[in-house]
């Protein structure tokens, strides 16, 4: 019941509600929680409400730190050579 | 953008994450690790995460499922309602089928009874606008992540001068639970994977008391297999090094100080109360309840109901299952009499449950 899943904003409408899209499928979500959010950002949404932003440099900077794992475990690599 | 988040599913980095994790210098130490979010369950169970760990390392679930942790004599009261003349009860679809000491809302409805199923509160505030002479009454439960949701169509009820809509409130707030459970000597918790999107709203600094009081380790981590991993390694690191703190693994969605809008609509509807989990029993502070300004919405006062005192099913553990202390398995009734189809016990009935996770990847 915590499902909450990230969407696009493709359209703001009247009463703080926009319409989100996922995958192909859209509907009606209510910004009430999330009012400064805006087209094109990418929202968590759970039932039927945008809940925070998704901060897209957040997400690279955290897949860069698996990069980051990555090149600390090749150094390791290279000392057991 | 989403495409990148197909990269927290990459197999080789999850290969690459559980080797840092092995190469960490646990010397044999047995270390247990508790998520406290029923997505997390799922997903940890979905993906096979604890297999990946080293043997040593012991994830158990906490009381994550808002439906699960949900009294008995809540449901209980939810049925006496839904019986009333002419009301329309409306409820997020996981509650239909919770047993309650007698029947549950599937069965009230092939009894008659008027039960919706509703994706949003907004929704549920619709069927009262189309229905104005009916009573509508919400079933709000849920944590910090949905109950302000339900604020939130609290506020358009009074906006849209809406007066049949009333709501049956049982909602619960994680870090009072956590409290609790981390102060309970036989559950042993050295580390804690917070809940993701709780803390979207409520914000990560709401977890400093945990490393701060009581030296357990915190990670706030997102849902997809690399970011569970990533968040095992940071819990470990913390425990090893003996550096309890909070780190935010799932900074693309969480801040320290979480969701402002949503916590004044919180503040402004709620205040906190005693909260009655199923299984654990009364933690301090750890439920809401409407302040006396919104009490007009609260369901129980619009209708006289009285239930007999509830009845927990004999045989069902769920109480030292949602405590982490004991697994699905030591249940003599898992898997044979207690099944998603039939469940006995509530952490059978939504998928994010204890043992409907453990049944459905079993
Ligand atoms: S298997 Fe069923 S009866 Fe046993 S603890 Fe889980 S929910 Fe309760």
């Known amino acids: ?58 997400a690279l900077a955290t897949i860069d730190l698996f990069r980051e794992l990555d090149e600390s475990l090749r150094m390791d690599e290279t000392d057991h050579e | ?83 009333q003349q002419g009301v329309i009860m409306a409820t997020f679809g996981d509650m239909v089928k919770v047993p309650g000491s007698r029947s549950s809302l599937q069965l009230a409805r092939s009894e008659g009874c008027d039960v919706r199923v509703v994706y949003s509160t907004l929704d549920a505030l619709k069927l009262a606008r189309e229905n104005p002479a009916r009573p509508v009454v919400f079933l709000a439960i849920g944590f910090e ?31 009072p639970a956590m409290r609790a459970l981390a102060a309970d000597p036989g559950i042993g918790v050295q580390g804690y994977i917070c809940p993701a999107h709780v803390s979207a709203v409520i914000g990560w600094k709401a977890y400093d008391f945990l490393p701060q009081e009581f030296g357990v380790a915190c990670a706030v981590t997102g849902f997809e297999p690399l970011d569970i991993l990533q968040g095992v390694y940071l819990l470990l690191r913390q425990v090893i090094r003996d550096e309890p703190r909070v780190d935010n693994e799932y900074s693309r969605v969480v801040s320290p100080d979480g969701n402002p809008a949503a916590l004044d609509m919180l503040k402004e509807v709620f205040e906190p109360c005693d909260g009655n989990w199923r299984g654990v029993g009364m933690i301090p502070g750890s439920g809401l309840t409407l302040r006396s300004s919104w009490r007009e919405y609260d369901a ?17 553990i769920c109480g030292d299952i949602l405590k982490g202390r004991r697994d699905p398995v030591h249940c003599r009734l898992f898997g044979t009499v207690c099944t998603p189809e039939h469940p006995v016990g509530a952490c059978m009935v939504s998928a994010e449950g204890t043992c409907a996770a453990w049944y459905k990847y079993r």
Request: hydrophobic letters at 40%; aromatic letters at 4%.
């Open chain 2, 300 to 316: 129980t006062r619009r209708f006289a109901v009285e239930c007999p005192p509830a009845q927990e099913p004999p045989g069902c």
């Open chain 2, 1 to 83: 953008m989403l495409k990148y988040l197909q990269e927290y599913r990459s197999p080789k980095d999850a290969l690459r994450l559980q080797e840092k994790i092995r190469r960490l210098p646990l010397n044999g130490r047995r270390i247990t690790l508790m998520e406290v979010c029923g997505s997390h369950t799922m997903a940890i169970h979905k993906f096979g995460i604890r297999e990946l760990l080293p043997e040593t390392v012991r994830l158990i679930s906490g009381p994550g499922c808002p439906v699960c942790v949900t009294g008995m004599e809540y449901i209980d009261t939810a049925l006496a309602l839904a019986a």
């Open chain 2, 145 to 175: 992540t949905t109950a302000p949701t339900i604020a939130a169509s609290l506020l358009e009820a009074r906006r849209q001068s809406i007066t049949n809509y009333s709501v049956l409130v049982a909602h619960k707030t994680m870090p």
């Open chain 1, 1 to 58: 019941m915590c499902v909450a899943i990230p969407m696009k904003i493709q359209e703001l409408r009247e009463n703080n509600l926009c319409v989100a899209e996922i995958g192909g499928v859209s509907r009606e979500i209510s910004l009430m929680l999330l009012p400064d959010a805006r087209v094109d950002d990418y929202v968590i949404v759970h039932a039927g409400f945008a809940i925070e932003k998704l901060d897209e440099k957040e």
